[in-house]
């Protein structure tokens, strides 16, 4: 049976490229960067450089790369080491009600620790007003945090309005843009972010690998206590191989972006007007324009997107209902649910996200088994 992988917002497979430029690192290249001897010096040499390509990439300074072991050590880095460094300074923290649970629930902890926290509302696309956001602060707000993109519906949020406002008020602003790396210019050269939070897997690198840009001047405490590594940010001997999978994952990233970026865009497109002009009563979910390129979130009214799941994965389509990190919870999606779309349109929305192997074929076999499905569902539920 063929497998179409539709779920790359969930994780992306490794480029060959890249698990080979990994490969010499879990081999003969097996140094301790703090080592004094060679074969430690060497890979000291090997993680520098990746550092300066890695802010090469990003527009930034290598100081301001801070490497941890992904996308949620990146955002609860920022988020609680920048509000317990913060604490001589005020204890309150806004975000967004359609952040990851990395970001979520990092400042829900940190509520039960003497923080406050504003959680903005969204717009029915899923956009956060800059107004909205400048009406929250106080003179007590340390940090805002919201996502560059959304994981579930794809939205784009306006990152350079929504810094700007905090700079205007002094406010450090942290986005997570695990989403977005390799989609788009991040604009860390050009807008007020103070931190940024990215991980490999998702831009076709490995697990367990993911930056964190902290501009120079941001107050951090580290979350793990041991050696001096990444600038006693983070403890523990470095990940090498990941550092270089990731490295070059973003180096490939960033070099496809012009060519991929638009091939993607063109097969999402089909996809979503396949569906929506194909089978009836079905719309698509967030932003139509101002969304990543290769995401579809479409709902399919009056039918369970578990029970579509399951079908197309019987067809050999994997796609998604709401994240990976909340499947198997029936609660519904709390980004649409923010978003304001009806309860039952939630229970019967799934995400398509692609990737750069998806093909026209893909697309074309998906809009053929799709339509069965959702009828056999439709008249099943009806009974
Ligand atoms: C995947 C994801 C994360 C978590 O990254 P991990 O590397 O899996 O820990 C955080 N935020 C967003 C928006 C994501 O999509």
Not at 27 to 45: D, F, L, M, T
Not at 127 to 141: G, H, Y
Request: proline share 4%; net charge negative.
């Amino acid at each position: 049976m063929r497998t179409v992988y539709l779920d790359h917002a969930a994780t992306t497979y490794v480029r060959d490229e890249v698990l080979e430029a990994m490969l010499p690192y879990f081999g003969e290249s097996y140094g301790n960067p703090s080592s004094i001897h060679h074969v430690g010096r060497s890979n000291k040499a090997v993680m520098d450089d990746c550092r300066e390509r890695v802010a090469g990439l990003l527009k930034v300074k290598p100081s301001e790369i801070i490497f941890t072991a992904g996308g949620s050590e990146a955002d609860n880095l920022a988020i609680k080491g920048h509000a317990w460094a913060m604490k001589d300074k005020g204890n309150h923290i806004i975000t967004s009600a359609i952040e990851h649970h990395a970001v979520l629930h990092s400042v829900r902890w940190l509520e039960t620790q003497g923080f406050t926290a504003t959680y903005l509302p969204v717009d029915h696309y899923g956009l956060v007003s800059p107004d909205d956001l400048e009406a929250a602060i106080t003179d007590k707000t340390i940090l805002v945090t919201i996502m560059a993109s959304n994981n579930e519906c794809g939205t784009v949020e306006d990152i350079s309005d929504l810094s700007a406002v905090c700079d205007k008020h002094g406010v450090t602003f942290h986005t997570d843009a695990v989403q977005s790396v390799g989609y788009y210019d991040l604009g860390l050269d050009k807008d007020p972010i103070d931190m940024l939070s990215s991980s490999a897997h998702k831009f076709y690198g490995p697990k367990g690998v993911g930056v964190l840009f902290a501009r120079t001047g941001t107050r951090l405490e580290p979350l793990i206590h041991g050696g001096a590594q990444e600038r006693n940010l983070r403890a523990g001997t470095e990940n090498i191989a990941g550092m270089i999978g990731l490295t070059k994952a973003l180096e490939i990233a960033y070099e496809e972006m012009p060519v991929a970026v638009p091939r993607i865009r063109g097969l999402r497109d089909r996809l979503i007007e396949g569906v929506l002009s194909g089978i009836p009563d079905t719309g698509l979910n967030g932003h139509p324009t101002q969304r990543l390129p290769h995401n579809a979130n479409l709902y399919f009214s009056r039918i369970e997107g578990e029970g579509i799941l399951l079908k197309l994965d019987l067809a050999g389509i994997c796609a998604s209902s709401g994240s990976a990190c909340t499947s198997g919870s029936l609660d519904p999606s709390h980004v649409l649910a923010a978003m304001g779309v009806d309860t039952m349109l939630i229970h019967g929305s799934i995400r398509f996200s692609l990737g750069h192997r998806t093909t026209n074929d893909d697309i074309d076999y998906v809009l053929e088994q799709l339509p069965p499905i959702v009828d056999r569902l439709r008249e099943m539920s009806a009974v």
